[in-house]
């Protein structure tokens, strides 16, 4: 990797990560960063994670290899026009936005296109902002990266670049057209956030007085849904900025669903065994190793007697292990033969360890 000074516009939980991850593989680079709140580049500078606090877009940029746009993807191409007049000969602007269109052309239009490479890393959390970035939280995550420029040995080279940033930080970095991307994404992630929020608010208005759909609500539903728990903001910008990939597979999701509604009226038990299989099948091709803008669910639920000391017994059994637990509680629906205490966790490693120890003390775990 040959950047040697960088610059973040906008330091949240993605910028924040991924200048800690550049940190931690480079404690040289020198970094500089400028976001409205003050006080978190402060905490930056004082964790050794940004060297340089800008107070604006100005003279510093010139000596950047490469620039970070970090802020909402409807501000990041704002600020290109504003980022032009400090490109030094060979400095790279990148965007780490989730959708690519909107930027893209926003850079044909300022004449950067030699000067842009866009890109997408694919990993998030449930909770936002500086304090929360870590050097680890794009790691085996896909980082997309989108040329404004037809294929070429100049465009290969800066994509290379951003290529470089990602596999310093421990992310799989993913060529793609910008158009492709926006495709791609509006269906295995912007329809998914469309449908769960659809479906909540269709329990939501079709629940009795006295909500036992709520009540009853556990399981399939809330798996299916937990993403309907994202940022309002941060989705409504999504669908402005992605319309017409969204629209598209969402009149085919549409056509989808009228199918199997005619089919379900119809009785057709061919069409719906074949419907759920294929499903089935495919579901189960995915690999569970990428992450998406909500962190996965690490939890597993526990089959245990509903006793006096039977919670305390299994927190006592973990805490001296020093394993850390987000949330612990009943299930109170267990259809899809779920233990009846469920346990969340804010890591991977620390739901196996939790697995590992549970296991010793012949506890049965399922999930």
Known sequence: MSEQTIAFIGLGLIGGSIARGLKR????????????????????KE????????????????????????????YNAQYLAAIKPYLKDDALITDVGSTKSSIHQEVVRQGLTDRFVGGHPMAGSE????????????????????????PSPETDRRSERLTGIARAIGAIPMVLDYRE???????????????????VNLVKDADSKEQIMKQVAAGGFKDITRIASSSPEMW?????????????????????????LERVEQAD???????FATASAYRDSIADRSKGPIAPDHSFSVDIVDEPGAISTISVILAAKGINIKNIGINNNREQGEGALRIIFYEQADMEAARTQLARYHYELSG
Do not use: W
Not at 50 to 74: A, H, K, N, Q, S
Not at 187 to 196: F, N
Not at 238 to 258: A, D, E, F, K, V
């Open 269 to 275: 038990q061919a069409f719906l065994r074949t419907f």
């Open 181 to 199: 991307h926006d495709q791609v994404v509006a269906a295995i992630s912007h329809l998914p956030h469309i449908v769960a929020s659809s479906l």
């Open 127 to 150: 909770k936002t902002g500086y304090e929360n970035s870590t050097d680890h939280l794009l790691e085996n995550a896909f980082y997309i990266i989108t040329p404004a420029c037809p």
């Open 47 to 74: 964790e050794g994670i940004v060297d340089v606090i800008l107070d604006g877009i100005g003279e510093p940029l010139r000596e950047c290899d490469m620039i970070f746009l970090c802020t909402p993807v409807e």
């Open 236 to 260: 409504e910008q999504i669908c402005l900025t992605n319309r017409g990939p969204i629209c598209q597979i969402l009149r085919q999701y549409i056509r989808s669903l009228s199918q199997v």
């Open 25 to 44: 593989f480079d404690p040289t680079i020198k970094i500089m960063a400028y976001m409205r709140t003050r006080s978190k580049l402060e905490l930056a």
